[in-house]
């Protein structure tokens, strides 16, 4: 199933439970919840094996629209901004930071037509960059920045290529964002470990951590990029 059917698949039963109720109309809350995660698919963006997704959308309507919204408005922001977040969680869309929706006015958008922007949100935290810096392994000394999404093991198709029969085909992936990173085990035979534990699900990574895999191990580091 593709991604886009996926999307509708999962968008259908939201939208009718968060908004069929309140706004029995055929007009703005439910057109403007498909054109959200229609929007949100459309921004989406491949990394390595992740898809990441813009986190702030707004949304412009008419003068008239906006009026007839108004007294909602806070409900259908906060409503709008869940439902892209869940239909992301179902079809493995990922954010820097959690959704957010807001309404606003444009004069230009004629009664009944809706526009919408989608940006990444600029993070409050300087960015920081991230690399991984071979401790014991081959080749001795080696540093692999990190991008996004990075994928690690033995393939030659990973961003990081290990030489070492114990490490996976497809061992592990690191995820980064401007504040943080995020170790994930991808059912590696042998296991992925940071100080010498085995990681069993998802775990942040901070400076200085020693991340293992098989026989190599290679220390996690960081810093601001301005």
């Not at 080749?139 to 198709?157: E, M, S």
Request: aromatic content about 6%.
């Amino acid at each position: 199933m593709s991604l886009f059917s996926r999307i509708e698949e999962a968008c259908a039963a939201l939208i009718e439970r968060a908004f069929a109720r309140t706004f029995p109309s055929d007009l703005e809350p439910t057109h403007i919840a498909r054109k959200l995660v229609a929007t949100m698919e459309a921004k989406a963006s491949h990394e390595g094996d992740a898809i990441f997704a813009p986190e702030a959308y707004r949304v412009r309507v008419s003068a008239e629209d906006l009026a007839r919204l108004a007294p909602h408005q806070q409900y259908l922001e906060n409503e709008w901004a869940a439902l892209v977040g869940e239909v992301a969680r179902r079809v493995a869309i990922r954010f820097d930071s959690p959704p957010s929706v807001k309404l606003t006015e444009d004069a230009a958008i004629v009664p009944g037509a809706v526009e919408i922007d989608a940006s990444f949100v600029s993070p409050a935290t300087p960015a920081r960059s991230y690399r991984l810096r071979m401790l014991k392994g081959l080749p001795p000394g080696a540093a692999y920045p990190l991008g996004r999404a990075v994928t690690i093991g033995r393939n030659k198709d990973n961003d990081v290529v290990l030489a070492d029969p114990r490490v996976s085909r497809r061992h592990a992936r690191i995820e980064t964002s401007p504040r943080n990173a995020m170790l994930v085990d991808l059912d590696s035979t042998n296991g992925s470990f940071v100080d010498g534990k085995r990681v069993s699900e998802p775990i942040g990574l901070r400076h200085g951590n020693v991340v293992t895999f098989g026989n190599t191990s290679l220390a996690f580091e960081e810093e601001d990029a301005g």
